[in-house]
Protein backbone atom coordinates (compact mmCIF):
# COMPACT_ATOMS: atom_id res chain seq x y z
CA UNK A 1 0.00 0.00 0.00
CA UNK A 2 1.11 3.35 -1.14
CA UNK A 3 0.91 6.29 1.18
CA UNK A 4 1.77 9.92 -0.04
CA UNK A 5 2.07 12.76 2.25
CA UNK A 6 2.10 16.73 0.37
CA UNK A 7 3.38 19.90 2.25
CA UNK A 8 3.84 23.10 0.77
CA UNK A 9 0.89 24.79 -0.26
CA UNK A 10 0.48 28.14 1.49
CA UNK A 11 -1.12 31.44 0.58
CA UNK A 12 0.98 33.59 -2.24
CA UNK A 13 0.21 36.73 -4.37
CA UNK A 14 -0.40 36.65 -7.88
CA UNK A 15 3.11 36.46 -9.83
CA UNK A 16 4.51 34.71 -6.79
CA UNK A 17 5.94 30.81 -6.32
CA UNK A 18 5.51 27.62 -4.19
CA UNK A 19 6.80 24.34 -4.28
CA UNK A 20 4.72 21.73 -3.50
CA UNK A 21 6.49 18.47 -2.60
CA UNK A 22 4.82 14.61 -1.52
CA UNK A 23 6.60 11.96 0.10
CA UNK A 24 6.16 8.35 -0.56
CA UNK A 25 6.40 5.46 1.09
CA UNK A 26 5.08 1.88 1.24
CA UNK A 27 5.91 1.25 -2.76
CA UNK A 28 8.42 0.47 -5.06
CA UNK A 29 8.31 4.49 -5.80
CA UNK A 30 10.61 4.29 -8.85
CA UNK A 31 8.20 1.87 -10.62
CA UNK A 32 5.16 4.54 -10.15
CA UNK A 33 3.89 7.54 -12.29
CA UNK A 34 3.40 10.23 -10.08
CA UNK A 35 1.18 12.97 -10.87
CA UNK A 36 -0.47 16.03 -9.55
CA UNK A 37 -3.97 17.31 -9.47
CA UNK A 38 -6.08 19.71 -7.73
CA UNK A 39 -9.22 20.85 -7.29
CA UNK A 40 -10.31 24.11 -7.90
CA UNK A 41 -13.51 26.08 -5.42
CA UNK A 42 -16.82 24.40 -7.08
CA UNK A 43 -14.96 22.43 -9.47
CA UNK A 44 -14.07 19.17 -10.53
CA UNK A 45 -10.52 17.51 -9.78
CA UNK A 46 -8.19 18.63 -12.98
CA UNK A 47 -5.22 16.95 -14.36
CA UNK A 48 -1.85 19.16 -13.57
CA UNK A 49 1.47 17.36 -14.56
CA UNK A 50 2.83 13.96 -14.19
CA UNK A 51 6.20 12.28 -14.56
CA UNK A 52 7.16 8.89 -15.59
CA UNK A 53 9.70 6.19 -14.78
CA UNK A 54 12.62 8.54 -15.60
CA UNK A 55 12.93 12.74 -15.48
CA UNK A 56 12.58 12.66 -19.23
CA UNK A 57 9.10 11.88 -19.29
CA UNK A 58 6.83 14.70 -17.80
CA UNK A 59 3.61 15.82 -18.74
CA UNK A 60 1.63 19.17 -18.10
CA UNK A 61 -2.25 20.56 -18.48
CA UNK A 62 -2.00 23.37 -20.44
CA UNK A 63 -3.06 25.70 -17.70
CA UNK A 64 0.44 25.01 -16.34
CA UNK A 65 2.62 24.31 -19.55
CA UNK A 66 5.69 27.27 -19.07
CA UNK A 67 4.93 27.76 -15.28
CA UNK A 68 4.85 24.28 -13.44
CA UNK A 69 7.84 22.03 -13.45
CA UNK A 70 7.36 18.65 -12.07
CA UNK A 71 10.08 16.76 -11.12
CA UNK A 72 11.00 13.29 -8.86
CA UNK A 73 13.75 12.34 -6.67
CA UNK A 74 13.91 8.56 -6.32
CA UNK A 75 16.25 7.95 -4.08
CA UNK A 76 14.35 10.07 -1.95
CA UNK A 77 11.17 9.07 -2.79
CA UNK A 78 9.95 12.35 -3.44
CA UNK A 79 8.16 14.28 -6.11
CA UNK A 80 7.81 17.91 -6.36
CA UNK A 81 5.81 20.83 -8.43
CA UNK A 82 7.29 24.01 -8.65
CA UNK A 83 4.49 26.47 -9.47
CA UNK A 84 6.13 29.74 -10.89
CA UNK A 85 4.04 33.15 -12.13
CA UNK A 86 1.31 31.68 -9.96
CA UNK A 87 -2.68 33.37 -10.82
CA UNK A 88 -5.73 33.33 -8.76
CA UNK A 89 -7.05 30.70 -11.22
CA UNK A 90 -4.10 28.36 -9.75
CA UNK A 91 -6.11 28.59 -6.76
CA UNK A 92 -7.49 25.09 -5.73
CA UNK A 93 -6.43 22.01 -3.47
CA UNK A 94 -3.78 20.17 -4.88
CA UNK A 95 -3.22 16.24 -4.67
CA UNK A 96 -0.05 13.80 -5.23
CA UNK A 97 -1.10 10.76 -7.22
CA UNK A 98 0.37 7.22 -8.00
CA UNK A 99 -0.04 4.11 -10.12
CA UNK A 100 1.82 1.73 -11.56
CA UNK A 101 0.07 2.99 -15.19
CA UNK A 102 -0.50 6.68 -17.51
CA UNK A 103 -2.78 8.59 -14.66
CA UNK A 104 -3.53 11.66 -16.29
CA UNK A 105 -7.38 10.78 -17.53
CA UNK A 106 -8.56 10.36 -14.23
CA UNK A 107 -5.55 9.91 -11.57
CA UNK A 108 -4.22 7.08 -9.71
CA UNK A 109 -4.69 4.68 -7.63
CA UNK A 110 -3.29 6.49 -4.55
CA UNK A 111 -4.13 9.53 -3.54
CA UNK A 112 -2.63 11.91 -0.61
CA UNK A 113 -4.98 14.02 1.91
CA UNK A 114 -4.39 16.79 -0.61
CA UNK A 115 -2.66 20.65 0.20
CA UNK A 116 -4.46 24.17 -0.25
CA UNK A 117 -2.75 26.80 -2.21
CA UNK A 118 -4.32 30.36 -2.43
CA UNK A 119 -3.40 32.44 -4.67
CA UNK A 120 -4.51 36.11 -3.74
CA UNK A 121 -4.88 38.73 -6.43
Known amino acids: QVQLVESGGGLVQAGGSLRLSCAAS????????MGWFRRPPGKEREFVAA????????YYADSGKGRFTISRANAKNMVYLQMNSLKPEDTAIYYC??????????????WGQGTQVTVSS
Open 97 to 110: TAAARDLRAGGGDY
Open 51 to 58: TGWSDNAT
Open 26 to 33: GGTFSTYV
